[in-house]
């Protein structure tokens, strides 16, 4: 009951919508900057197959990768801060927690429902983007085998050659690998929400300190310091695409992310419990 | 306890075990490790090694008050093959070779130098050679099996002159017959270009980075940074047949001007 009423209020909300519209403006931008780059290096012979690493490697394959790359570092998280920052102190400001709770139900439900919904949330705005990326790269640019060389993205540190078929599967694979690193700036938020009265301020929050974190994290000179920050983690599925998958590594980041989220989600839920809403 | 305190007291249980799990320790080759490999029956060692440095900010070649430094390192390293950079035989192999006091009783080291680069052979022989500029290409015989060889050193300050002459050496010396190939030096790029502003065209460094990637392997691919800050400049490349057993950057051998840590990889036939 509660689950479905929450539900409601989200889709009520109109953020997925404008969460989706986003990713959709940024996906055509996307192509379109390829389009011109394409165009400026072959004056005037518009081919997406031009790039410095090699001639002939860019496909649709490799747009919805670098697309799905810039998305998830960018924006992405910032969609799960809105919604964790939201979710707690949007309901707090308007009375409505305080109605809710005047019904038979317990703070720990209402929390882990809300919680749900907005994990749920980000996990399917995460399939979508990608679904939609792999689109966009199919009938816009073509696909092909996946190949990915070293260069400024850091997307592999030597050059990688995945068959079409293969290369799919990793994308699926990356679906629930990145579904899982969202939750850490998610449960971050939700954390910053349970102690902010205004949904303004809780969003605004979450998000400022996820920027601060993610350019830590991205200072390679702060090697001490990186793997204390759950955002220097988040990208750990860029390994699912190497021809060999490091699996020990993989694990490693994504116990990490599963540490960053329940230590903030025990935060979180201890700051709602003892919280009064008047 | 209460259902709330006990979820609560789950999810920080779970957090701990996380942290527990992404901390398990992973086992990085060390440096008794690469000594141990060296002294491994059927592994060759080879090194790279920019041995100039800067002194009040200027770039110079290598100096002789870095000389007792560098003959420790190799004394104490022991590599079968040495590939140096801002290095003149004329003006420097004299000092080094008569410091070399406990290899030269093994006999003299094979040496085939162009410029400022050098290539060193400890064992084995060093024969023919290309030499023009500051490259050097020969074929180096151990164990039985030859290998062709190159060292560059890499102009600095411009990404084509730097495209050109690391495209030179290793055009040529993927053009030899022979199957096992060495490709290194300091070929000052730095792909990552996460440390700073160093290239004048990064685009064409990553070009030719992928480029030498593609066709060798590159053997020092997670040994780490060998300049300041932290850009990985020096690098060690081999052809298939050639696997590598360890990769390190080798810190504390420099001499007191010395700008660059040794990269030392150790190799095997398959």
């Known amino acids: 009951?509660?689950?479905?009423?929450?539900?409601?209020?989200?889709?009520?909300?109109?953020?997925?919508?404008?969460?989706?519209?986003?990713?959709?403006?940024?996906?055509?931008?996307?192509?379109?900057?390829?389009?011109?780059?394409?165009?400026?290096?072959?004056?005037?012979?518009?081919?997406?197959?031009?790039?410095?690493?090699?001639?002939?490697?860019?496909?649709?394959?490799?747009?919805?990768?670098?697309?799905?790359?810039?998305?998830?570092?960018?924006?992405?998280?910032?969609?799960?801060?809105?919604?964790?920052?939201?979710?707690?102190?949007?309901?707090?400001?308007?009375?409505?927690?305080?109605?809710?709770?005047?019904?038979?139900?317990?703070?720990?439900?209402?929390?882990?429902?809300?919680?749900?919904?907005?994990?749920?949330?980000?996990?399917?705005?995460?399939?979508?983007?990608?679904?939609?990326?792999?689109?966009?790269?199919?009938?816009?640019?073509?696909?092909?085998?996946?190949?990915?060389?070293?260069?400024v993205l850091q997307m592999t540190d030597t050059p990688q050659f995945l068959k079409r078929g293969e290369a799919l599967m990793r994308f699926a694979l990356a679906w629930p690998a990145a579904g899982l690193a969202l939750l850490a700036p998610l449960a971050f938020s939700l954390w910053i929400s349970s102690w902010a009265k205004s949904a303004v301020n809780a969003v605004g929050t979450a998000v400022a300190l996820y920027l601060v974190l993610h350019v830590i994290a991205e200072v390679h000179f702060f090697e001490d310091l990186r793997p204390w920050l759950f955002t220097s983690h988040t990208t750990y599925w860029r390994g699912l695409f190497a021809e060999r998958i490091d699996l020990r590594e993989m694990a490693r980041h994504a116990a990490a992310l599963v540490g960053f989220t329940a230590l903030f989600l025990a935060l979180a839920f201890r700051r709602f419990r003892r919280r009064e809403e008047t | 306890m209460a259902g709330g305190a006990r979820i609560e007291a789950a999810l920080w249980l779970v957090a701990a075990l996380a942290f527990a799990g992404a901390s398990w320790?992973?086992?990085?080759?060390?440096?008794?490790?690469?000594?141990?490999?060296?002294?491994?029956?059927?592994?060759?060692?080879?090194?790279?090694?920019?041995?100039?440095?800067?002194?009040?900010?200027?770039?110079?070649?290598?100096?002789?008050?870095?000389?007792?430094?560098?003959?420790?390192?190799?004394?104490?390293?022991?590599?079968?093959?040495?590939?140096?950079?801002?290095?003149?035989?004329?003006?420097?192999?004299?000092?080094?070779?008569?410091?070399?006091?406990d290899l030269r009783r093994e006999g003299d080291p094979w040496i085939k130098a162009s410029g400022d680069v050098a290539i060193v052979a400890f064992r084995g022989e060093l024969h023919g050679g290309e030499l023009t500029g500051n490259a050097a290409l020969c074929q180096w015989t151990v164990d039985g099996r030859t290998i062709e060889v190159g060292n560059v050193h890499a102009p600095a300050w411009n990404a084509r002159e730097r495209r050109r002459a690391i495209g030179n050496v290793a055009d040529r010396l993927l053009a030899t017959p022979g199957p096992s190939r060495i490709f290194g030096g300091d070929l000052n790029l730095d792909v990552s270009q996460r440390s700073d502003l160093f290239s004048n065209d990064p685009d064409s460094d990553v070009a030719i980075y992928n480029w030498l990637a593609e066709r060798l392997t590159d053997l020092g691919l997670k040994a780490g940074p060998t300049a300041e800050p932290d850009r990985r400049l020096d690098y060690l490349f081999a052809s298939a047949d050639l696997a590598p057993f360890h990769a390190l950057v080798l810190e504390g051998f420099r001499g007191p001007t010395m700008d660059h840590d040794p990269l030392l990889v150790t190799l095997r036939f398959r």
Request: hydrophobic share 50%; with cysteine; net charge positive.
């Open chain 1, 1 to 151: 009951m509660i689950a479905g009423l929450e539900a409601l209020r989200l889709w009520r909300s109109r953020r997925p919508l404008v969460a989706l519209l986003a990713l959709l403006c940024f996906l055509v931008l996307m192509l379109v900057g390829f389009w011109t780059y394409a165009e400026s290096r072959t004056k005037g012979a518009a081919q997406f197959e031009y790039t410095y690493e090699n001639r002939s490697y860019f496909n649709g394959l490799t747009f919805a990768l670098y697309a799905f790359y810039f998305g998830f570092v960018l924006l992405l998280p910032i969609f799960a801060a809105i919604e964790g920052g939201a979710q707690i102190a949007g309901d707090s400001g308007g009375g409505a927690l305080t109605l809710l709770l005047t019904r038979p139900l317990s703070k720990t439900r209402l929390f882990f429902v809300k919680a749900g919904l907005a994990a749920l949330f980000s996990l399917l705005l995460t399939g979508m983007f990608l679904a939609v990326a792999l689109l966009i790269g199919l009938c816009a640019v073509g696909w092909g085998p996946l190949r990915l060389y070293p260069g």
């Open chain 2, 25 to 101: 320790p992973s086992a990085p080759p060390t440096k008794s490790d690469a000594k141990a490999a060296l002294r491994e029956h059927g592994t060759l060692a080879v090194m790279t090694w920019n041995v100039g440095g800067t002194r009040d900010g200027r770039a110079h070649p290598f100096d002789r008050t870095d000389l007792p430094k560098v003959v420790q390192a190799i004394e104490t390293i022991d590599s079968d093959l040495l590939l140096l950079q801002e290095f003149r035989y004329s003006t420097d192999w004299a000092a080094l070779r008569a410091g070399l006091s």
